[in-house]
């Protein structure tokens, strides 16, 4: 199974769900479309989802990657704990040398 937090469009979609919150990005709307920014003083909320490969696939082409969005691995909190995931972020707004708390793969 491969984890994604979801801000967006994917919120509500999935069987396999859980409320989730990413520290230090904030949501921003940018062309219709939901992104994140590195603010250190903010949280997101969200869902972490469980899918398995072939949706992770379908969800990276929903999400237009890597031309519009790009995707790095974050760590986010749910109850109980810290869960490590994949989160998308529109291209324009990808700074690796400023994200905070990611590990890109």
């Not at 940018?30 to 250190?40: A, G, K, M, Q, T």
């Not at 790095?72 to 704990?81: L, Q, S």
Request: aromatic letters at 14%; proline letters at 4%.
């Amino acid at each position: 199974m491969v984890k994604i937090f979801v801000y967006g469009i994917l919120v509500g979609r999935y069987d396999s769900r859980q409320p989730a919150s990413l520290r230090g990005f904030e949501k921003v709307r940018e062309d219709s479309f939901d992104s994140i920014i590195p603010n250190e003083n903010t949280w997101v909320g969200g869902e972490l989802i469980d899918v398995e490969q072939w949706q992770f696939e379908d969800i990276d082409n929903i999400e237009c990657y890597p031309d519009y969005y790009t995707r790095f691995k974050v760590d986010v909190e749910v109850e109980g704990g810290i869960e490590r995931a994949w989160v998308y972020q529109q291209t324009r707004h990808f700074k690796p040398e400023v994200e905070i708390g990611t590990i890109k793969d």
